[in-house]
């Protein structure tokens, strides 16, 4: 089975922070690996409105409208992208290349609240994937996503949704070393472990994936009196998610199959803190989660606490 690259067309929004370098240097190290399966990569900068603080302090903002459409106004925001923006992207830019992005790149700058313009440009752009940064410069110091990052990933539902993590890159040649893929048979629990099988189809170097299957406990009785016995009904999952590795060109010696059991949020977690992985891939939803719910409560929590590896919600679209 060959499954065509699902990653070819990347937004990357960035600011100063050193969380959004290494997103950058990250989707370099990808980017450089995926060659030709990508096709762009675009850098945003999205102006939020606090150089407007710092250079019009003596304008009444009380009328923004008219501020907005003075050549003041235009001429600060110029500059300003001139002068700061500009250079930060060309930087930027030239990471990838260094990296080894053959792609085209684009730069373009965006203006309002954004996480909006992020989830805007997105679906106008048609982008396949978005590469975050767990926090901006304004992000606090704490464990929790920045907001920005926080509304993408819950809003941008069309996209396959990166959050690149504060300990990757070890190795430049192989950005992924180890991924770490949950499954529960779901259909979008599908999605992320065929996203998975092409990554790890084109990399080098690649040392691993562990297909992960959590009994949720919760539920454990439920199954039984419905006829089913959690143990069984979970190697079949796990043997099933395997052979689809194997027929991606995946060798067995590089596929690990595991049961845990338990509340799957927390199994997961327990499994990236017990094993040094550099990806971990889900899902958006789980099989248990309800249709209203834009992001599965177990996706959401593992995006919250796993710091360390970068994680990936893919799209179901």
């Known amino acids: 089975m060959k499954l065509q690259c699902s990653i070819p067309k990347i937004l990357l929004p960035v600011d100063g922070s050193e969380d959004a370098k290494r997103a950058v240097e990250f989707t370099g190290c990808l980017g450089g690996l995926l060659g030709k399966g990508l096709s762009v990569i675009t850098l945003l900068r999205v102006i939020a409105g606090g150089y407007l603080s710092q250079h019009l302090a003596n304008i009444d903002f009380r009328a923004e409208e008219i501020v907005k459409s003075s050549e003041i106004f235009k001429r600060v925001k110029e500059e300003h992208i001139e002068q700061n923006i500009m250079p930060l992207l060309n ?19 965006g203006e309002g609240d954004p996480a909006n313009e992020i989830i805007r440009i997105a679906k106008e752009g048609r982008y396949t994937t978005i590469v975050m940064a767990r926090r901006g410069v304004s992000g606090g110091k704490g464990s929790h996503l920045g907001s920005v990052t926080n509304k993408v990933i819950y809003a941008a539902a069309e996209q396959t949704v990166y959050i690149v993590g504060q300990k990757v890159l070890k190795d430049k040649a192989c950005p992924i070393q180890r991924i770490l893929v949950p499954v529960d048979g779901s259909s ?53 998610s395997k052979n689809i590795f194997v027929q991606g060109g995946i060798p067995e010696s590089l596929i690990t199959t595991k ?35 834009i992001l599965g409560g177990v996706s959401s929590l593992v995006l919250q606490r796993c710091q360390n590896p970068t994680v990936s919600i893919v799209s179901s679209e």
């Open 91 to 109: 930087d930027m830019e030239k990471t990838l290349r260094e990296l080894g992005v053959q792609a085209k790149i684009k730069k373009m700058t």
């Open 259 to 293: 049961i845990r059991t338990g509340s799957p949020a927390e199994e997961i977690i327990k499994e990236t803190l017990e094993e040094d992985y550099s990806l971990i891939i889900m899902g958006r939803k789980g099989r248990t989660a309800l249709r209203e719910f």
């Open 188 to 240: 979008y629990s599908m999605k992320g472990l065929e996203h998975a099988v092409c990554l790890a189809s084109g990399l080098k170097g690649f040392g691993g994936v562990t297909l992960l299957r959590v009994i949720n406990m919760a539920l454990f009785m439920e199954r039984l009196k419905d006829g089913l016995d959690p143990k069984e009904e979970s190697k079949k999952i796990l043997n099933e």
